[in-house]
């Protein structure tokens, strides 16, 4: 790679992507995070859909954004919201969900200060049940337990991750937690929320999110930066430097 060759394309294609991302963003907030504006109900297959489908009609922003539904956690009236591109089947997921999640929880979101928002993005060419695993999180959402299942599938990553197949792992786990064993099966072993996982795996596709996880802070008012890091003080310091009035900013 040369000086002015490669890097400079990669680094425009970074900056108009997050471009992309700040009109993103402005829907996203018209619509409200979670909003779902188009619902496309599939749960049509008797098998596990374990691959992104081929969605039409979302090359507009508008219909993208209202059927990629992240999942929030915290005050959704937070002034802060911290984006979240993750993948379950990517250990360097796992480590901030492990390690410095709760951190960040504690810090910003159990004080009320910011909101927590994941958005699916399965990397399906390197992590092959990354997709069901999206979907079982959806399933689990459906009986009030997505973010207990969400933490699960992290905690226990490194068992399910190498499995040929974990269908029957992740049923295990929706058990472990009380979850309703027959209703979870019924979606795991379906194409239920397909469409909502292949959306947001869509999103942060069309707005160059380069790499899982990648952690976005948005400040009302501030705009929107990558954190600095993935620890509480890094998401700190870069809400100073997106609040109005910042040079920085």
Same mark, same amino acid.
């Given at each position: 790679m040369t000086e002015s060759g490669e890097r400079p394309r990669q680094d425009a294609t970074r900056t108009s992507g997050m471009r992309r991302f700040y009109v993103v963003l402005a829907l996203i907030a018209v619509f409200g995070v979670g909003a779902v504006g188009y619902n496309v109900t599939l749960g049509r297959s008797d098998r596990?859909?374990?691959?992104? *489908?081929? *969605?039409e009609g979302f090359d507009d922003p508008e219909a993208l954004v209202a059927l990629a539904r992240g999942v929030t956690k915290g005050d959704p009236n937070a002034p802060v919201t911290i984006l979240e591109f993750g993948d379950y089947q990517c250990p360097g997921c796992g480590e901030f969900a492990r390690e410095y999640k709760p951190g960040v929880e504690l810090a910003l979101i159990e004080t009320g200060r910011a909101k927590f928002v994941f958005h699916d993005y399965p990397l399906v060419a390197i992590h092959p049940h990354a997709f069901v695993a999206a979907r079982a999180a959806r399933c689990a959402e459906d009986q009030g337990m997505f973010w207990e299942y969400h933490d699960e599938l992290y905690r226990q990553q490194a068992r399910w991750s190498p499995e040929a197949d974990p269908l029957g792992t992740f049923e295990g786990y929706a058990e472990t937690l009380g979850l309703n064993a027959?209703?979870?099966?019924s979606c795991l072993n379906s194409d239920r929320h397909a469409d909502v996982v292949t959306a947001n795996l869509r999103l942060a596709e069309t707005i160059g999110v380069p790499q899982t996880p990648t952690i976005l802070v948005n400040v009302a008012g501030g705009g929107t930066r990558e954190a600095s890091g993935w620890d509480a003080a890094s998401i700190e310091e870069t809400i100073e430097l997106l609040k109005p009035g910042t040079t920085a900013n």
């Open positions: 596990a859909a374990s691959v992104p *489908l081929e *969605l027959s209703d979870f099966r």
